[in-house]
């Protein structure tokens, strides 16, 4: 059985397990983080942090999480709303005034959050995901798809800038620097939205699935539904010019522990290790269901909330790849899973068998 590193209650022994047995079965490497109670019952990692399988996945190491980002940038709207500096179901012009050309007068913050305000393609060269003023003028001057609020749509790339921009607009701050001193640095979190170069040595870099090249594009394989626009390779993720950029709803870099410690806070309703950072009102926000339907870019029916992607009582989201972070309020339980190793997206499940290990655990923690 491959060698997992790393503390845990032997109660969440299956976590472990399972993460050996991917690894077994051909992962590079990973990290998987149980919290309870803003606490870890589980923090492991194991495997390799580069596709030679030369360098060996360390306790700091850390990868690109792709849309496990969404939901940090999400929690990000929530602490500007639980504070009433951000009114999430006002008009995005209110705080971006060019944002109503096009006929997107009537697109409110919470459609933003919810992939239902109409603008889930990026159509621009992915030179401008480097440029935030370039990006972010470009989805300022588009026509909507659809009413806002009338259908579904992931924003695969778009959402990150859409609210992003509004956060700076509020703020005065890039998403990546609001993060990092409202939530990463109180907390202590190894998460990064715009990676300085002195974290480069850290970096495991993405993986293609078997049989694929760093030509890969988020397109590819699966049961999913083409998707329009321009497509991102691995190669493109793996680019200095990506982890330098800010796109908030894809290239976050982190490890499971710093993504589960983070996502605690809407956990612990506001509160992690005894530091209130919303509102318990605030937190549960997270929750308010803004559509259920079929999501029209994903192809299935899904269920979103301010941000998050619902599942029955608990809510997260999932990366390209593989990444995931799923909250289990009533628990007070998150589950982050960070790897570096690509499947394609119609044959992975490591993230669900994760999860489920982590759900045998908590039956025992409540016994």
């Not at 909507?144 to 956060?167: K, N, R």
């Not at 570096?340 to 489920?356: A, C, I, K, N, T």
Request: hydrophobic share 40%; charged share 20%.
């Amino acid at each position: 059985m491959a060698d997992v590193q790393g503390s845990y209650d032997p109660l969440f022994a299956a976590v472990p397990t399972t993460l050996a047995g991917l690894l077994d079965d051909g992962d590079a490497g990973g990290s998987v983080a149980v919290f309870v109670d803003g606490e870890p019952v589980v923090d492991v990692w194991g495997g390799y942090a580069d596709s030679g399988r030369g360098t060996t996945w360390q306790r700091d190491t850390i990868t690109g999480t792709w849309s496990v980002t969404k939901t940090m940038t999400a929690l990000c709207t929530l602490l500007l709303a639980d504070r009433g500096q951000l009114d999430l179901a006002a008009p995005v012009a209110r705080y971006w005034p060019e944002f109503a050309a096009a006929g997107k007068d009537k697109v409110l913050v919470r459609h933003l959050l919810a992939h239902t305000a109409g603008l889930p393609d990026w159509d621009g060269p992915v030179e401008d995901l480097y440029d935030w003023q370039a990006a972010t003028t470009r989805l300022a001057a588009q026509p909507p798809q659809w009413e806002a609020g009338s259908a579904a749509g992931y924003h695969s790339l778009t959402q990150g800038f859409l609210v992003g921009e509004v956060i700076r607009r509020v703020t005065g701050r890039y998403v990546g620097e609001f993060f990092a001193a409202e939530l990463a640095g109180p907390l202590g979190a190894d998460f990064h939205l715009g990676l300085p170069a002195g974290h480069d040595h850290r970096v495991a870099r993405s993986v293609p699935p078997p049989g694929r090249d760093e030509d890969y594009t988020s397109s590819a394989g699966g049961d999913a539904p083409a998707v329009p626009g321009t497509p991102i390779r691995v190669r493109d993720g793996n680019s200095t010019a990506w982890r330098r950029a800010q796109i908030p709803a894809a290239s976050g870099f982190g490890n499971a522990r710093s993504v589960a410690l983070v996502q605690s806070v809407l956990a612990g309703e506001g509160t992690v290790r005894g530091r209130r950072l919303l509102s318990a009102a605030g937190a549960r926000r997270a929750r308010e269901e803004q559509f259920s339907g079929l999501d029209r870019r994903l192809g299935r029916p899904t269920r979103w909330g301010l941000g998050y992607g619902l599942f029955g009582a608990a809510y997260g989201w999932g990366g390209w790849g593989g990444s995931i972070v799923m909250i289990e309020p009533d628990a007070r339980m998150v589950v982050a899973y960070v790897t570096s190793q690509m499947r394609e997206p119609g044959d992975d499940s490591r993230g669900l068998e994760l999860v489920m290990s982590a759900y045998d655990g908590l039956a025992g923690l409540r016994a």
